[in-house]
């Protein structure tokens, strides 16, 4: 069981705003430690979309923005394309298990 | 370009032991820290294990603690993963992936290139 909280899906119609949530707790988004997001489509391997909470990298559109507070953070997608659907990871380091931890993932379906 | 490629995987039987590695390319090896991530059928991220740039220092995620062992030959520019003892819930495709520039804590930076994952069955 991961203890980084996501929603298991969320979705929204070609154009709108979506977030998807990442709740962690005191002994890793609560400690100051960094969240990272990552996009997986479909068969393919995961790809960094945000790391350090609201950094893209290069290549990322300006459509995907990454926020975080206290024991949560988000990542909102606006502008929703049909190339968006694919499912989405946070991470972030925990200190009492001195491990990285994935959340359990959100799937993105645009309607 | 950075180029991650990891080894065969196939099927084993639980409790034999299989070593997966990973070659990589298009950058400073013995500067990153390197990961294992894995992903079982239809499942999600699971850590599994990480390295520092240098091998002093690895980490791993409680269900391989004992039993995987993480290693880096930085003169050979790999990375592997000894697996033993394994169990029929490791099925899964496993990642080979880089940390991101300036990690200086290899668990709490970002990773930035993944391979495109092997396949390891458990099964008898």
């Known amino acids: 069981q991961s203890v980084l909280t996501q929603p298991p899906s969320v979705s929204g119609a070609p154009g709108q705003r979506v977030t998807i949530s990442c709740t962690g707790s005191?002994?890793?988004?609560?400690?100051?430690?960094?969240v990272h997001w990552y996009q997986q489509l479909p068969g393919t391997a995961p790809k960094l979309l945000m790391h350090?909470?609201?950094h893209r990298p290069s290549g990322v559109p300006d459509r995907f923005s990454g926020s975080k507070s206290g024991t949560s953070a988000s990542l909102a997608i606006t502008g929703l394309q049909a190339e968006d659907e694919a499912d989405y990871y946070c991470?972030?380091?925990?200190?009492?298990?001195?491990?990285?931890?994935f959340g359990g993932g959100t799937k993105l379906t645009v309607l | 370009q950075v180029q991650l490629v990891e080894s065969e995987g196939g099927v084993v039987q639980p409790g034999r032991s299989l070593r997966l590695s990973c070659a990589v390319s298009?950058?400073?090896?013995?500067?990153?820290?390197m990961h294992w991530v894995r992903q079982a059928p239809g499942k999600g991220l699971e850590w599994v294990a990480a390295?520092?740039?240098?091998?002093?220092?690895?980490n791993y995620a409680d269900s391989v603690k004992g039993r995987f062992t993480i290693s880096r030959d930085n003169s050979k520019n790999s990375l592997y993963l000894q697996m033993n003892s394994l169990r029929v819930e490791d099925t899964a495709v496993y990642y080979c992936?880089?940390?991101?520039?300036?990690?200086?804590?290899?668990?709490?930076?970002?990773?930035?290139?993944w391979g495109q994952g092997t396949l390891v069955t458990v099964s008898s």
């Open positions: 992936a880089k940390a991101g520039p300036g990690v200086v804590v290899v668990t709490a930076g970002e990773i930035d290139n």
């Open positions: 298009g950058f400073t090896f013995s500067s990153y820290g």
């Open positions: 390295i520092s740039n240098d091998g002093s220092k690895r």
């Open positions: 005191s002994s890793n988004l609560g400690a100051g430690y960094d």
């Open positions: 350090g909470n609201n």
């Open positions: 991470q972030a380091h925990d200190n009492s298990l001195t491990a990285v931890l």
